[in-house]
């Protein structure tokens, strides 16, 4: 199992940016899927975006297309996530997830602590 460490979330106001970073370790980074999800206050998880282990394919879910951009390092083991235009409603606990393929991550066996993202309005 892979351990992961989420870092870079904080208060934003609305319209504003952040970058999400998720380091792992214990196992071979790039044999990986990655994903970022969250979990706003008093709602169920839900996907963000994922990008499969060589980094060439990403997908987001449709709120985030053309604001949110995933990446990876795999020399750095480290996946991350540029979120602008940041909105209210995307207060949220992020965390991320790896899975040796992306159609497995929302079930995945790692998951990070989470970093805690506000975003005022």
């Known amino acids: 199992q892979v351990q992961l460490r989420e870092s870079g979330g904080g208060l934003v106001q609305a319209g504003g940016s952040l970058r999400l970073s998720c380091v792992a370790s214990?196992?071979?980074?790039?044999?990986?899927?990655m994903g970022w999800f969250r979990r706003p206050p008093g709602k169920e998880r839900e996907f963000v975006a994922a990008?499969?282990?060589?980094?060439?394919?990403?997908y987001y879910r449709d709120s985030v297309k053309g604001r949110f951009t995933i990446s990876r390092d795999n020399a750095k083991n480290t996946v991350y996530l540029q979120m602008n235009s940041l909105k209210p409603e995307e207060t949220a606990v992020y965390y991320c997830?790896?899975?040796?393929?992306?159609?497995?991550?929302?079930?995945?066996?790692?998951w990070g602590q989470g970093t805690q993202v506000t975003v005022s309005s």
């Open positions: 990008i499969n282990r060589n980094g060439d394919d990403a």
């Open positions: 214990g196992r071979t980074f790039s044999d990986y899927a």
């Open positions: 997830a790896a899975d040796p393929t992306v159609e497995r991550l929302y079930m995945a066996h790692s």
